[in-house]
């Protein structure tokens, strides 16, 4: 059982966590089209770790024995003015993530759901990495600026991230 304000609020994430992978699958689908297959294979693999945030926030819920209404997905953009541009726009929602992390454990705390409160504490760690990964790669594009060898490089780095799905226990 877990209290209604704490349900809505961890059913409310599942949809945010959807979002994320649903707006990195965009931006994945826009870095294809100019041309940098590195960009979108980070993106995708972003993609899936989203999903698995979700599943994992999902799967909790059902732990606990309560069902879970799915919300409508909103639709993502579609378009960023450059590379910079849209992993700008990934931290800034990345930022807005942690912010509603910790509300979650504002709530988790407020009702004594100690439980839940541990359960969360993944995800402040999780934002902690996604935050730092986002600003590494704003720094870099900042520095090639303009350099056309240098997107070239980074894009290269940025096509060797492999995907790792959670393991079973920690979902
Ligand atoms: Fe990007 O960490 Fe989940 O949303």
């Known amino acids: 059982m877990l209290d209604e304000k704490m349900k809505e609020a961890l059913i409310d994430q ?80 990345e930022q807005h993530i942690t912010e509603r992390i910790n509300y979650l454990v504002d709530i988790a705390e407020e009702v004594k759901d100690r439980a839940t409160y541990n359960f969360l504490q993944w995800f402040i760690d999780e934002q902690v990495e996604e935050e730092e990964n986002d600003r590494e790669i704003i720094d870099k594009l900042k520095l090639i600026e303009g350099s056309k060898n240098g997107l070239f490089m980074l894009d290269k780095e940025l096509g060797a991230r492999v995907y790792t799905p959670l393991v079973n226990e920690e979902k």
């Open 14 to 93: 599942i949809n945010e966590e959807f979002y994320s992978a649903y707006l990195y699958l965009s931006m994945s689908a826009y870095f294809s089209k100019i041309g940098l297959k590195g960009f979108a294979n980070w993106m995708n693999v972003q993609y899936k770790e989203e999903v698995d945030h979700g599943m994992k926030m999902f799967n909790y819920i059902i732990s606990r024995g309560e069902d879970v209404k799915l919300q409508a997905i909103k639709e993502p953009p579609s378009e960023w003015n450059s590379p910079l541009h849209a992993f700008e726009e990934t931290l800034k929602h």
